[in-house]
């Protein structure tokens, strides 16, 4: 039988709506049956976190952390948080999705930036972990085989539709219904708006499951 376009975009559609979920699904989330929620909401935060500070650190743009933190959020519904440690998932979460939105980071720099983030603080100073060590090669392996597992659970769906690409577009509508009168301090506001809107947006994403929950064009 011959598929059409009409037909192929309905597919994509459902391909994509997977990975939204009712409350119900996420109450038994697969770490649910190990973990208490507020476990389990600490480890989300605790990933996000990490992401977030090891793609500052990395210097990728906010893009590619957010869509690393859906990554994550995305895995931990298929994969139980007592088999897949959360610091392991989120290492290999930013390291796949800097290479998605094309600022791919040298897996050494990866590794290091998360054994600075992870050590610093509780072994009393740094050292970078040298490359040729057995504990470098033991983070390598681990690194490349839970990229492998992301993917394979993602089903190489890497694009991620982000709330801050609509929240620009809407705050751009608004500078032009507001048009010409008082202009100054109608773009103050709608700038203001727009700082508000995309802080949300990405504490959303740190502190919530809404990005598996709600479409960003809600």
Partial sequence: ???????????????????????????????????????????????????????????????????????????????SFTVFHRTKIAKACIFLSAKVEEQPRRLEHVINTAHYILTYNTQGGYKPLEVQSEAYKREVEELIRNETIILQTLGFEFTVDHPHTHVVRAVQNLKVISGPHSEGQANGHVSDLAKSSYFMATESLHLTTFCLQYKPTL
């Fill in 1 to 79: 039988m011959m598929t059409t376009a009409s037909d192929s975009h309905v597919s994509s559609v459902h391909h994509t709506d997977r990975w939204y979920f009712t409350k119900d699904q996420i109450i038994n989330s697969p770490s649910r049956g190990q973990l208490p929620k507020e476990k389990e909401t600490s480890n989300r935060q605790h990933a996000a976190l990490l992401i977030q500070d090891m793609g500052e650190k990395l210097k990728v743009n906010q893009l590619c952390i957010n869509t690393a933190i859906v990554y994550m959020h995305r895995f931990f519904m298929c994969h």
